[in-house]
């Protein structure tokens, strides 16, 4: 197994591009989740998907979309960069949010993205 | 106030020495998570509790649900352990939404 999955590794965006960054699970997990990693500060939840068709907002979502069409893949799209987005990208899954996320968390190696 | 604090920010030790690292939280959880952070980035789930204690190799995680408190120990620390170690909760009651995380120790350990 891949385990979870995440491209690109390193992005340089302008202010003002969009794209999206790519997650991918291959190990049937229902629960998959978005965090962004600043200098200082601890993970922080951007979006979440207790499956496919089902998504929700954490704690951060402004200026970031997701869809999960799939159980597989959960991508995060920059709908306009911005400068304060630079950071450091990680896409989670567990094997199900079990209504307290009592299961391990794998996480993927992060996409680290700059905006200038 | 962050709902999880861990202590200490930053530990330099020698390697073989104990290490303990402290992860406090304000809020009613049903599991906590450690993980370990190497440099370059990748993270790594070394145990998740909601009771007692656990042991994986030379990594010993404890928790007193009533206190609020859950500590990581390492014995005989080797300068592999080098890394930042984060605390993570998942609330009672909070549902899918997520993980709220410590802002991490960062760990030397010297040779």
């Known amino acids: 197994n891949a385990g979870v999955t995440q491209t690109p590794k390193f992005q340089v965006l302008k202010t003002g591009q969009s794209m999206t960054l790519q997650c991918a699970q291959d190990?049937?997990?229902?629960?998959m989740s978005w965090y962004r990693q600043d200098p200082g500060m601890g993970l922080r939840l951007i979006h979440y998907?207790?499956?496919?068709?089902?998504?929700d907002q954490g704690e951060v979502p402004n200026g970031y979309n997701v869809s999960r069409s799939t159980t597989e893949d959960f991508p995060l799209r920059l709908l306009s960069a911005a400068p304060s987005q630079t950071s450091v990208y990680f896409c989670?899954?567990?094997?199900?949010?079990?209504?307290?996320?009592?299961?391990?968390?794998?996480f993927g190696p992060g996409t680290r993205l700059t905006v200038t | 106030k962050n709902e999880v604090e861990q202590s200490p920010q930053n530990l330099t030790a020698q390697e073989g020495e104990f290490i303990t690292i402290n992860c406090s939280y304000s809020?009613?959880?049903?599991?906590l998570h450690w993980l370990q952070q190497h440099p370059g980035g990748g993270i790594v789930s070394l145990f998740m509790?909601?009771?007692g204690k656990k042991k994986h190799g030379r990594l010993i995680a404890t928790i007193n649900i009533q206190e609020k408190h859950s500590s990581l120990h390492i014995t005989a620390s080797h300068p592999r352990d080098s890394a930042v170690y984060i605390c993570?909760?998942?609330?009672?009651?909070?549902?899918?939404?997520?993980?709220?995380f410590g802002k991490g120790t960062h760990l030397i350990i010297q040779p």
């Open positions: 190990m049937n997990h229902e629960y």
């Open positions: 989670a899954s567990s094997r199900t949010s079990g209504g307290a996320l009592g299961y391990e968390q794998y």
């Open positions: 993570a909760v998942a609330r009672s009651g909070g549902g899918a939404d997520g993980l709220t």
């Open positions: 998907s207790v499956g496919a068709g089902i998504t």
């Open positions: 809020v009613g959880i049903s599991a």
């Open positions: 509790l909601s009771s």
